[in-house]
C-alpha cells in the first residue's frame, strides 16, 4: 500500500494550459505539503496545509493554488502554465507541524513544450 | 526563518571508505534535524534523524551526531557500497517558524566500485 501518492506521474503539457495535480495520503497524517525540485535539485517547500488549514504560502506565483477538501488530500491546480514551471513536484505528509517525519510521494514530473 | 547550508556538493569515495556530510543551521530554536536520501528518480526517504535532546544517533552503517553549541549536525556512512550512490538532503525544523523544515541544497555521493 503507498503511503502517499500522487497523480500523475509525468504530466507533459504546452505552455499556457492549466493543469492539476492530486495528492493522497493513508498515514492519518494531519499535515500535507507541496514541494518543488528543480534540475538542481534543490527541494523548496511551496504550501503546507494542517487540517485542512493553509499555514505555509511560500513566495509563489498566484497562478499556484492549492486545495485541501479533508486531511488527507491536497491538490494543486496550476494556471498559464509556463517553462520554469517545469520540474517534478513532491508531495508530503507528517503527523505534525514542522518536527516530524516526512513522508514524500512519487513525484510529478512536469514538462511544458 | 533558519538557514541550512550543506557540504560538500559532490562527494566521491572508493567502495569500502567512509564518507561524511556536514550541515550548519542558523536558528538555535530548531530541535529536530532528519536526513533524506534521494536516489535517481526516486522520492526523497528518510534515512535517520535526530532530537535535540541527543548528541549521536546510530543505525547500522549510518550515524548522525550534533552539536547544539556549534548549530552543526553531520551524517558518517561507514563501509560505503555502490548503492549508497544518491543525493542526501539534511534539513532542519523551523525552530522559531512553525510548520516547515529547512533543506540544505544536498549532497551528491557517488560510490566507486
Known amino acids: 500500500d503507498t503511503a502517499v501518492s500522487q497523480t500523475p506521474k509525468y504530466l507533459v503539457t504546452q505552455m499556457g494550459n492549466d493543469k492539476s495535480i492530486k495528492c493522497e495520503q493513508n498515514?492519518?497524517?494531519?499535515?500535507m505539503y507541496w514541494y518543488k525540485q528543480d534540475s538542481k535539485k534543490f527541494l523548496k517547500i511551496m504550501f503546507s496545509y494542517n487540517n485542512k488549514e493553509l499555514i505555509i504560502n511560500e513566495t509563489v506565483p498566484n497562478r499556484f493554488s492549492p486545495k485541501s477538501p479533508d486531511k488527507a488530500h491536497l491538490n494543486l491546480h496550476i494556471n498559464s502554465l509556463e517553462l520554469g514551471d517545469s520540474a517534478v513536484y513532491f508531495c508530503a505528509s507528517s503527523s505534525g507541524i514542522g518536527d516530524q517525519p516526512q513522508h514524500f510521494g512519487d513525484g510529478t514530473r512536469l514538462s511544458i513544450l | 526563518g533558519e538557514n541550512v547550508e550543506q557540504h560538500p556538493s559532490t562527494l566521491s569515495v572508493q567502495e569500502g571508505d567512509s564518507a561524511v556530510i556536514k550541515c550548519t543551521y542558523s536558528d538555535s530554536a530548531s530541535n529536530y534535524f532528519p536526513w533524506y536520501k534521494q536516489e535517481l528518480g526516486k522520492r526523497p526517504q528518510l534515512i535517520i534523524d535526530i532530537r535535540s535532546n541527543v548528541g549521536e544517533k546510530k543505525d547500522q552503517r549510518i550515524a548522525v551526531t550534533l552539536n547544539k553549541t556549534a548549530k552543526h549536525f553531520s551524517l558518517h556512512i561507514t563501509e560505503t557500497q555502490p548503492e549508497d550512490s544518491a543525493v542526501y538532503f539534511c534539513a532542519a525544523d523551523g525552530g522559531s517558524t512553525l510548520g516547515r523544515l529547512y533543506f540544505g541544497r544536498g549532497t551528491q555521493l557517488t560510490v566507486w566500485p
Open positions: 498515514l492519518g497524517h494531519d499535515t
